[in-house]
Nanobody
Framework: QVQLVESGGGLVQAGGSLRLSCAAS????????VGWFRQGPGKEREFVAS????????YHADSVKGRFTISRDNAKNAVNLQMNSLKPEDTAVYYC???????????????WGQGTQVTVSS
């Protein structure tokens, strides 16, 4: 069982930066792949980034490539999402999710956090 808690969301102007964190419970977190997803107003949940258990391989959606970076610190049971050059269309609730096995780009994860709101003003 893994419990996930996101933090770091907030209100930022376009062009600004935020760093989201996903804190996990459980001694085996280093065995889990982690993904970040987001859901904007009236939109479906979409993939943002994911990282394999070891942290050695990452995936980013085309819409955030070059602006967002996913990373993890297994010693601290944490996965971070550094978001730079934010745009109003990045406004959404951001969720982290975990699963054993591959780091997927679809929301087929077993454990989910409650989400953190990111609002980017123009």
């Amino acid at each position: 069982q893994v419990q996930l808690v996101e933090s770091g969301g907030g209100l930022v102007q376009a062009g600004g930066s935020l760093r989201l964190s996903c804190a996990a419970s459980g001694r085996t977190f280093s065995s889990y792949a982690v993904g970040w997803f987001r859901q904007g107003p009236g939109k479906e949940r979409e993939f943002v980034a994911s990282i394999v258990a070891s942290g050695g391989v990452t995936y980013h959606a085309d819409s955030v490539k070059g602006r967002f970076t996913i990373s993890r610190d297994n010693a601290k049971n944490a996965v971070n999402l550094q978001m730079n050059s934010l745009k109003p269309e990045d406004t959404a609730v951001y969720y982290c999710a975990a699963r054993r096995g591959s780091a997927l780009t679809i929301p087929a994860y077993d454990y989910w956090g409650q989400g953190t709101q990111v609002t980017v003003s123009s």
